[in-house]
């Protein structure tokens, strides 16, 4: 099979579900097969890597400095993943309103702006340390019947506390429903946010 646009990785789950694994800067498509795996070991998983490169480290979209984005290569970015989970829908069965993105920090970033931008086909996402990837949308997306998981670090300098509450109360305002959690952690992961996404999805 091509790889339908972006190098990536898929293996079947026994269960319906399917995890749209999203990567942080830097990373590939085999950093959160772990943390997928963790949440729910029955769940399929598909695992894009970012095909923008910074210095050698692939990433989901350019960004100027830390923290400062290319939004115009947000958007094209989003369009253009979005495209590759429709291929991966169609090559590998999977049930689009079975799927569920759970990115990490660039990754986290990516999948609010295909939310954001209307490209998202996924229902439910757990958002692990976001931030808000647009500051301005040419049109108001209608995330009524999208639900997302937002998680932050209470001591993160990368994406602060009130960086992802400015992002669930813009997805809020779109009618998405949103749970925000905030952990005693940093721009790292934690066991928290595991079971955090277990409890929201179900599988605890
Ligand atoms: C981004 O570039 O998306 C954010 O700064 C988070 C990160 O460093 O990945």
Known sequence: MSDLGFIHHFEPGKSERTFLLLHGNGGNEHDLLDLGRSIDPDAALLSPRGKVLENGAPRFFRRLAEGVFDERDVVRRAEELAGFVDAACTAYEIDPKRLIAVGYSNGANIAAAMMLLGVATFHRAILLRPMVPLSKLEQQPDLSGKQALLS?????????????????????????????????????????????????????
């Open 152 to 204: 932050a670090g209470k001591f993160d300098p990368i994406a602060p506390v009130p960086i992802v509450e400015a992002l669930s109360e813009l997805m809020r305002q779109y009618g998405a429903a949103v749970v925000t959690q905030v952990r005693d952690s940093g721009h790292e992961l934690t066991m928290a946010d595991v079971m955090a996404a277990r409890e929201w999805l179900g599988t605890s």
